[in-house]
């Protein structure tokens, strides 16, 4: 049937029943979701608090135990702080609830039943319809991860006083990157402030010594190859200063199986190479020493044989062979200064007689001396400290020892090259008193460190043949050693060298000693016994002395002196000390006893200080020294 209008239909909308039903079930979401909220809120570690703008509690997760929830909620914040932290607390409420950024704060506030914990804490602001905005504060107990922090802390300051105390310096290489890093004290052992240091490999090698860089390189080639950095000794640069160092690293791999980083420590070892250096040295110098002296016995005999029959011969020989004869007693008395020079550099030599001295006086003395052999060009300039500079020497021996010295400065100038040798000396404390230092330094062309480490030993020269005999400085080193003294040579090729002799400082005033006259007549007539194992030297002292009008018997062993001093009285015995069978120092023993009146002069080549002589005559020994020393001690 058809209207005569048309009339609009409603489409159907949900029924009252499935509305409830859709309200019943957003109301199950919305429950479960506060469930799991709640649920979430409960379980989360950190406190979840609500606070006002003025720092009311308001909402709490969770409460502390020992506490309850209604103790918490309206209570302030600063009720559970520390005092000191009340005022950072309530700024940064304020802070997140006036301008909406995130606020944090660390503190120290009230813990489980009671007990004090540290929190840090973030607060940020919270808006709701129709009442004013609050703050939502998380703070997390950091208590523990404070504690550890501080832990670690004291650990790496206790690592760092033990690094700094060991002078211990530490770097890293990154490889990748070659990125190197070093810290404050190996800028230090390198001499350079922190944002100088190298930070890279070629940066590093640019700092070490020229000739140690390819034994460098390779070290470190092998540790990215083998995974093991041994340990390197080198020498380093610090500006103008050469220095020692050792290395010790670790090498780790990374995640490719190959060698990516490096770390290690760096130690400045300077002072115990050089002590080591100097060491080996006095071994090595002892021990050359110990075969000087019984060469130079051995030569002494020989000479003393040479000298006199020379002298002897030259009285009788015709006046066609005196020039022949003259030369070679020249080259035998040379060669008995060079054996002497040996005696005393093996520490057997005599021991003169040593009395406080000026040492201002003594190097001043030299200089003057010196000053005759040195080339016009070349300067000597000398500055004493104003303090009295005193030690107890042998005036002569420290004389020859700056002599030595300023004739190697002068050799080590071209031929008329200009210069200047800077002499010094000072009084300087030292671990035992004081002591007075001698500098000399030239600025001739240095020497390289294998010449420089060798300039005390005996017989080494860079002279040319006939120019030296490698002898005086060695002798320097014997007779500065002997005076308990020390004495060091630096050099740089290029930049000169420098000696410095340091002497035991003595606080007796200089003595002034006159000298005797020599005698004018040597001869006499007396009994002498000449006692020595060397026929040769037996025969020419024999000789001599029976020319000088004496009557003399010989020995050639210990045995053959005490028959013949049972047998005969002798107003003189001449004693060779070194001798097979009995002794000399036991035949001087036995003569005591057998003749006391007997007088005894020591005919020795090594030996010195030696009880009940007279007299002692040292090796090779010439016909005119040997009578006058024979007359002054028959004399006394």
């Not at 990215?224 to 690293?249: A, K, M, N, Q, S």
């Amino acid at each position: 049937m058809t209207l005569g209008y048309d009339m609009p239909v409603s489409p159907r909308g949900p029924s009252e029943s499935e509305r409830i039903a859709a309200l019943e079930a957003e109301l199950a979401r919305a429950r479960d979701s506060e469930r799991l909220l709640r649920s979430l809120l409960d379980a989360a570690p950190d406190f979840i608090v609500e606070i006002s703008a003025g720092g009311i509690i308001q909402f709490v997760n969770r409460v502390a135990p020992g506490l309850l929830a209604e103790q918490v909620v309206g209570s302030n914040i600063t009720e559970f702080l520390e005092p000191e932290y009340h005022g950072v607390a309530l700024r940064a409420v304020a802070e997140a609830v006036e301008t909406g950024a995130t606020a944090s704060f660390d503190s120290r506030g009230t813990g489980a039943h009671g007990e004090l914990r540290h929190y840090h804490s973030r607060v940020a602001r919270v808006t709701h319809e129709g009442r004013e905005a609050t703050a939502l504060m998380i703070a997390s107990d950091v208590s523990e991860l404070r504690s550890t922090h501080l832990k670690l802390a004291e650990s790496e300051e206790k690592l760092e006083l033990a690094v700094e105390a060991s002078e211990i310096g530490t770097w890293s290489w990154e490889r990748p990157r070659d990125a190197v890093q070093w810290d404050s004290r190996t800028c230090a052992i390198f001499g350079v402030p922190p944002a100088e240091a190298p930070s890279t490999v070629d940066g590093y090698l640019s700092r070490v010594h020229p000739d140690d860089r390819e034994r460098v390189t390779r070290a470190v080639e092998r540790a990215v190859e083998t995974g093991v950095y041994d340990d390197l000794e080198h020498r380093i640069l610090v500006r103008d200063e050469v220095r020692w160092v050792i290395c010790r690293g670790r090498a780790s791999r990374g995640p490719s199986g190959s060698v990516d980083r490096l770390v290690g420590a760096i130690l400045d070892i300077t002072e115990r190479r050089m002590a080591q250096e100097q060491r080996l040295t006095s071994q090595k110098l002892e021990a050359v020493g110990q075969l000087a002296a019984g060469i130079a016995h051995n030569f002494n005999n020989m000479l003393a044989a040479i000298l006199p029959n020379l002298e002897l011969a030259q009285r009788r020989a015709p006046v066609g062979a005196h020039a022949h004869i003259e030369a070679a007693r020249t080259a035998a008395e040379r060669a008995g200064r060079m054996v002497r020079q040996l005696v005393l550099f093996a520490g057997g030599g005599h021991r003169s007689e040593r009395r406080p001295e000026s040492i201002h006086e003594v190097v001043a003395r030299t200089i003057d001396m010196a000053t005759a052999t040195l080339e016009p060009s070349l300067k000597v300039a000398l500055s004493v400290s104003q303090r009295p500079a005193v030690a107890q020497v042998d005036a002569g021996q420290l004389e020859q020892v700056i002599l030595n010295i300023l004739l190697n400065a002068r050799d080590a100038y071209e031929p008329g090259q200009g210069g200047v040798v800077r002499v010094s000396v000072d009084v300087e404390a030292g671990a035992d008193g004081e002591q007075v230092v001698i500098t000399l330094a030239d600025d001739a062309s240095g020497m390289p460190e294998e010449v420089r480490r060798r300039v005390f030993e005996p017989f080494f020269t860079t002279k040319g043949v006939g120019k030296g005999t490698g002898l005086g400085l060695a002798t320097s080193y014997a007779i500065i050693r002997d005076h308990a003294g020390a004495i060091e040579c630096e050099s740089r090729l290029g930049e000169g060298t420098t000696f410095v002799i340091r002497l035991p400082g003595s606080t007796e005033p200089p003595l002034q000693v006159t000298r005797g006259t020599p005698r004018a007549s040597a001869r006499g007539s007396e009994r002498v016994l000449v006692v020595d194992d060397e026929e040769m030297v037996r025969r020419v002292v024999a000789d001599i002395l029976q020319h000088a009008g004496y009557e003399v018997a010989s020995a050639g062993n210990g045995h053959e002196a005490l028959d013949a001093l049972r047998q005969t009285g002798f107003a003189l015995l001449i004693l060779d000390l070194r001798m097979p069978g009995i002794g000399g120092e036991e035949v001087i023993v036995q003569t005591r006893k057998l003749s006391p009146a007997t007088r005894v002069v020591c005919f020795t080549g090594t030996d010195s200080d030696v009880e009940g002589v007279d007299a002692m005559l040292t090796k090779p020994v010439g016909a005119e020294e040997l009578l006058e020393t024979v007359r002054e001690v028959l004399d006394r």
